[in-house]
């Protein structure tokens, strides 16, 4: 009896792409959500529930095209440079702030007050309009897609920039870098370094050129306020309530704002943000938890003043070094430790390979090639940072990994079993 054919790779994506779009439709009905779509007022808004169904539309959407492609044609549509030309353009030429909202501009126009000629300007728009960024509605009328009406007068602006003109050299330069410095751990001796012919951090060029430095602080801003970023998945996730009266460092914590939300929502627990000067010269504290959250000036790579804290909490912290100075930052706490101290490191965690979607796995790849080529860092697994922490000390231990669905950060939870 003749075995039924197997079906081809290419009929398998179709019918999982078809099924799952079914699901997705079915569930954006019957809660009243509006369909996915490019036009300009409408924002992709899909349910937790369906992330499976999403993801799996995503990378079977992204197989079959890839499939479907000769090899050179498929290299040819990663390696492109041009997509990051048409981006930085866009970016520095603010070209979405020139097409009104709900309205429309000529190429003409929109060239207007830059350096651009019409045709250059019709040239870079055109290639956007290939990704979905902008629209022409007729011969050389422009209107706006989702995509550049989140552009349109906004810090997303300034995160396209960041990307652009800061990140994009960088990448330019890594190989140079690797090759002058091999397996080099410094934040100085980077594809960062070379694109800006400088001995000095990125951090320490923000630091002169205040411009850039806004710039920069104004697109990780926009970049951290997207759904995956949430502060409630740091309030709501881990049992805070447990810890009972606690005192808590959060170490390298910026302007405060998590801190803030920790203690309008939990009066056990008392909390001193840490960090450089020009980050807390100008902090405040709100009337509601006065004598809850102080602020205090540390470099983390100082030993810790803070002593028998019950919590050092660092978030996004860790990603931005290398393992050497990683191991300084941990090391700088270990004289402040008590007994059972905590220390919760909290990161958007590396998955191992083929362990979650591929369109999700390339965006995490594609942040730890940035870290390496800006800061010499990366993004760690789970196994990588806990091996990290243990290098520093063997007396801590794992206790926890909060993974809540939706974030783009995972808790590491340790507690240190040492002796003072």
């Known amino acids: 009896m003749a075995h039924k054919e197997s079906l081809s790779r290419i009929v398998q994506l179709a019918r999982t792409i078809s099924a799952s779009v079914e699901k997705i439709e079915e569930v954006l009905v019957a809660k009243g959500i509006e369909s996915p779509s490019f036009d300009e007022d409408v924002m992709v808004n899909i349910p937790l529930e369906l992330s499976p169904q999403h993801d799996a539309v995503l990378d079977a959407t992204a197989e079959l095209h890839d499939l479907l492609l ?5 290299i040819h549509r990663h390696a492109g440079h041009n997509n990051s030309l048409c981006m930085l353009a866009i970016a520095e030429f603010k070209l979405a702030d020139k097409v009104p909202l709900h309205g429309e501009a000529s190429f003409e126009n929109i060239a207007r007050d830059t350096p651009l000629t019409t045709d250059m300007t019709a040239r870079l728009l055109r290639h956007a309009m290939t990704m979905r960024i902008f629209r022409e509605t007729s011969p050389g009328v422009v209107t706006h897609t989702a995509a550049s009406r989140t552009l349109h007068k906004s810090a997303a602006n300034d995160w396209l920039q960041a990307g652009t003109a800061e990140m994009w050299p960088a990448a330019v330069k890594t190989v140079d870098a690797l090759k002058k410095w091999p397996a080099s751990e410094e934040p100085n001796e980077t594809g960062y370094s070379l694109a800006n012919n400088t001995s000095e951090t990125i951090y320490q060029v923000f630091s002169k050129d205040m411009e850039r430095a806004s710039r920069w602080a104004k697109g990780m801003q926009i970049f951290t306020e997207r759904p995956q970023f949430n502060l409630a998945y740091t309030t709501d996730y881990y049992d805070w309530e447990s810890l009972g009266k606690a005192q808590v460092v959060d170490v390298g914590g ?10 309008r929502k939990f009066s056990n627990l008392s909390l001193i943000v840490q960090d450089m000067e020009q980050m807390v010269a100008n902090a405040s504290v709100p009337e509601d938890v006065q004598g809850r959250l102080k602020f205090m000036v540390h470099d983390i790579f100082s030993p810790q003043p803070v002593k028998d804290a019950d919590v050092y909490y660092l978030r996004w912290i860790m990603h931005n070094w290398s393992d050497k100075y990683c191991n300084l930052i941990l090391s700088a706490l270990l004289p402040a430790l008590k007994p059972g101290a905590k220390i919760i ?4 965690l590396m998955p191992e390979p083929g362990t979650t979607a591929l369109w999700k796995e390339k965006n995490l790849r594609a942040t ?5 080529g800006a800061f010499n ?3 760690r697994t789970k196994v990588e940072l806990e091996a990290l922490v243990k290098k520093v000390d063997p007396a801590f231990t794992l206790l926890n990994v909060v993974e809540p669905k939706g974030s783009a950060l995972q808790m590491m939870e340790f507690v240190w079993e040492g002796t003072a």
């Open 368 to 372: 730890d090639l940035n870290m390496a």
């Open 70 to 74: 000769e090899p050179l044609n498929l």
């Open 377 to 379: 860092a990366k993004e």
């Open 345 to 348: 490191i909290h990161e958007s």
């Open 254 to 263: 910026s302007s405060g704002h998590v801190s803030l939300a920790l203690a």
